[in-house]
T-cell receptor, first 114, second 108 residues
Framework: DVKVTQSSRYLVKRTGEKVFLECVQD?????MFWYRQDPGLGLRLIYF???????EKGDIPEGYSVSREKKERFSLILESASTNQTSMYLC?????????????FGPGTRLTVL | KNEVEQSPQNLTAQEGEFITINCSYS?????LHWLQQHPGGGIVSLFM???GKKKHGRLIATINIQEKHSSLHITASHPRDSAVYIC??????????FGQGTRLTINP
């Protein structure tokens, strides 16, 4: 079974803090994704990575950066958290090998920025 | 206008009812996914469709490529089916574009 884990289920931070969200997958997947999910807007892609040290901007990258130093780990960084970054953050991974191209999701991190 | 539109946004029904959730999209796609999200956040994949119809247990998913429309049906609905159902279309190899989700509540 594919397992995607995220470092925290709930996180509360203050405006201006630097925030790290960690995601780890154990199935040797090439592709990893960070989404945020907001009521009425659905999931929106922040960044994705198709290989170690590679990254591509998604639809809403402003205010975020990412790091992928190892294949299994994809980190989302909020350099200076703001209240409008309060959201549910979901990580996912997928493999090119599977023709199904299914994305496997982590449990999510609910981030509140005060 | 969103590229992927779901309807209804909220649906409440009684146990045993037949449920239909609709998804319309306006872009070219390589496949369409139906996902389920339970309270607490975890998302699981239910179906991936590129044509026709698929069935898994009480769930049925159909897609009409010409009309750019898909439906998810639940037969003999049960309270444990209560969740948010999300339609997502795949553009290219990996990128998914998501609908806003349909919150389904099944009352006993």
């Amino acid at each position: 079974d594919v397992k995607v884990t995220q470092s925290s289920r709930y996180l509360v931070k203050r405006t201006g803090e630097k925030v790290f969200l960690e995601c780890v997958q154990d199935m040797d997947h090439e592709n990893m994704f960070w989404y945020r999910q907001d009521p009425g807007l659905g999931l929106r892609l922040i960044y994705f990575s198709y290989d170690v040290k590679m990254k591509e901007k998604g639809d809403i990258p402003e205010g975020y950066s990412v790091s992928r130093e190892k294949k299994e780990r994809f980190s989302l960084i909020l350099e200076s958290a703001s209240t409008n970054q309060t959201s549910m953050y979901l990580c996912a991974s997928s493999s090119y090998i599977s023709s199904y191209n299914e994305q496997f999701f982590g449990p999510g991190t609910r981030l509140t920025v005060l | 206008k969103n590229e992927v539109e779901q309807s209804p946004q909220n649906l409440t029904a009684q146990e045993g009812e037949f449920i239909t959730i609709n998804c319309s999209y306006s872009v070219g796609i390589s496949a369409l996914h139906w996902l389920q999200q339970h309270p607490g956040g975890g998302i699981v994949s239910l179906f991936m469709l590129s044509s026709g119809k698929k069935k898994h247990g009480r769930l049925i998913a159909t897609i009409n490529i010409q009309e750019k429309h898909s439906s998810l049906h639940i037969t003999a609905s049960h309270p444990r089916d209560s969740a948010v159902y999300i339609c997502a279309v795949r553009q290219g190899a990996q990128k998914l574009v998501f609908g806003q989700g349909t919150r389904l509540t099944i009352n006993p």
